[in-house]
């Protein structure tokens, strides 16, 4: 079943009546007189949304948007749960939504590593090489473990040879086998790949935030950390990273995610070290949140770079912006406190930036069907540069756009188009991999 429609209430819960039609069906946004920006581009599949059959991606995790405006995603076609049977799932679509069959000749391209493996990052290269970031199952000194997974594309979805063994880069480091997961990647202006991730070495019964970085071929530069570079904050807490960018100017590698209840902000310098001109150690925690799950740096002037976070906790989503120092910018969200918080049922699940600096941020909001049963929508949302909600994004005035495809979909995925800045989202809807554009704010 897939339900297509847009929100036009704010982001409260609201109640829904109950779905007893299976055709798709589109529901017409409200006449206002106001900014486009925000809303469903029906260029995109003649509605704004779309998705692709189950058997080829049963999870959009990450997506980028090539210069000629098609959209390469990653995901699994399996369910992001043991035992990870199924292989990861790439996909290109056209810039209509439909999928490229000149990518693979289907539009897909199935990556079946070891006994099973995922994607959560894509990046792409100026060579239009397509980098793909995951995990694979492997059985490990006798025992079944996930290991980082880095595989390289060609533009025509073919394995690049040139890359590891037989385009895939696969690792376990010594007598760590256990858990070891890539989250995000970057492509350096030498071609080498750094990759972010966590890692929970066997027995340990705690994660580590972790960062690897490659050579152009595929092969682990061991003059990065000494080929891994781990972080734990300290106790028997798990430590983990959900999102990586890095400092143009200054090459140091930001890593945001979780430390036990807190969400965390991470920051090495170019050679994998921890760099204590952040807050004095490396890292800084916030209380406000359990977990930071994405970032990016915003240039502010033609000196000043600051680090922009987003995340969620039990009862509200926040984005957050730091300056390098690791101090937390208080002029950042118009409340003295360097964030923007939402208290609703909306939960961010990660933000990217337009041309402009301004913010945009993916995840869901929840709701309550006529039956009392409670689902999820797509939600994105807009924010200026300094962290003020735009409230002429999106069709009801109040900052936020929402989609819903099917009783619960989510967005795990952002890209904004560098042709005239629309917004590509990907995540899931009802089982299968989903997508949807907005126009640009």
């Known amino acids: 079943m897939w339900l297509f429609s847009s929100r036009k209430t704010g982001p409260k ?204 071929s595929g092969k682990l530069d061991s003059a990065f950390g000494s080929g891994v570079a781990l972080v734990h904050i300290g106790g028997n807490v798990s430590d983990i990273t959900n999102a990586m960018t890095v400092v143009p100017t200054t090459g140091q590698v930001v890593l945001v995610g979780q430390a036990g209840s807190a969400a965390a902000v991470v920051v090495l310098t170019g050679a994998g070290k921890l760099d204590s001109t952040f807050n004095g150690s490396g890292y800084a925690l916030y209380a406000g949140a359990q977990h930071f799950n994405g970032v990016a740096v915003q240039q502010e002037s033609s000196t000043l770079y600051e680090i922009v976070v987003s995340g969620s906790g039990s009862s509200s989503s926040v984005v957050g912006r730091y300056f390098l120092s690791g101090a937390v910018d208080t002029t950042f969200g118009g409340a003295g406190t360097g964030f923007f918080t939402i208290d609703s049922g909306l939960t961010i699940n990660t933000l990217k930036l337009e041309a402009d600096g301004s913010i945009i941020v993916g995840g869901s909001q929840s709701y309550t069907a006529g039956d009392g049963s409670q689902h999820t929508e797509m939600a994105v949302g807009h924010l200026s540069a300094n962290g003020i909600l735009d409230t002429a994004f999106g069709p009801s005035g109040n900052g936020f756009s929402y989609a819903m495809i099917g009783l619960d979909s989510s967005v795990y995925g952002l890209a904004i188009d560098p042709n005239d800045g629309g917004i590509l989202a990907c995540g899931v809807g009802s089982g299968a991999g989903a997508f949807a554009r907005f126009t640009a704010p």
């Open 13 to 216: 819960r609201s109640v829904r009546p109950p779905c007893h039609s299976y055709r798709p069906r589109l529901e017409a946004l409200e006449s206002r007189d106001c900014p486009s920006g925000g809303l469903l581009d029906t260029t995109f599949n003649g509605t704004g949304l779309e998705t692709v059959p189950p058997s080829l991606m049963t999870s959009a995790n990450a997506n980028v948007v090539q210069p000629d405006g098609k959209i390469v995603a990653v995901g699994g076609t399996g369910p992001y749960a043991a035992p990870y049977s199924a292989p990861i799932s790439v996909v290109r679509l056209n810039r209509d939504g439909s999928l490229d069959t000149a990518f693979n000749n289907t539009g897909s391209v199935s990556l079946m590593v070891a006994q099973g493996a995922t994607g959560a990052a894509v990046a792409l290269q100026p060579d239009g090489k397509i980098v793909v970031g995951g995990f694979a199952v492997m059985n490990s000194f006798g025992l079944p473990s996930t290991e980082y997974l880095v595989a390289r594309l060609n533009s025509d979805g073919s394995p690049d040879a040139s890359f590891g063994k037989n385009g895939v880069f696969v690792y376990n480091p010594a007598n760590t086998a256990g858990t070891e997961h890539v989250q995000g990647l970057v492509v350096l202006s030498n071609g080498s790949i750094l990759a972010g991730g966590y890692a929970e070495p066997r027995n340990v019964g705690s994660f580590s935030f972790a960062a690897f970085r490659l050579t152009p």
